[in-house]
């Protein structure tokens, strides 16, 4: 059973940066593809990035490229999501979550095992 961890999270002003760590525990970190999704208030749940069990190939929502970067230490079992230039749009519980190595998957129902989430406030 693959336990996830989300931490990073915060009140921050627009503009800010922010970097969301990702520690996982009870499986093989590196037989692990890891997604990064978010759901703001009233807003149902989307896909914001996915990394391969290697690092080697990293996907992101169309609309959040350049906002944000996916990245993992599979030597530490973290996965990452640095996040730039945060708006108060961006303000949601992110989530990581973990799924069997693969290629890349951006729909929630491709992973199994899920964090309980980290606050992102972003005020204006």
């Known amino acids: 059973q693959v336990h996830l961890v989300e931490s990073g999270g915060g009140l921050v002003q627009a503009g800010d940066s922010l970097r969301l760590s990702c520690t996982a525990s009870g499986g093989t970190f590196s037989n692990l593809n890891i997604g990064w999704f978010r759901q703001g208030p009233g807003k149902e749940r989307e896909f914001v990035a996915a990394?391969?069990?290697?690092?080697?190939?990293?996907g992101y929502a169309h609309s959040m490229k350049g906002q944000f970067t996916i990245s993992r230490d599979n030597a530490k079992n973290m996965a990452y999501l640095q996040i730039h230039s945060l708006k108060p749009e961006d303000t949601a519980v992110y989530y990581c979550?973990?799924?069997?190595?693969?290629?890349?998957?951006?729909?929630?129902?491709?992973?199994?095992?899920w964090g309980q989430g980290t606050q992102v406030t972003v005020s204006s």
């Open positions: 990394i391969t069990w290697s690092g080697g190939s990293t």
């Open positions: 979550a973990a799924a069997p190595k693969s290629f890349l998957r951006d729909q929630w129902e491709e992973y199994d095992y």
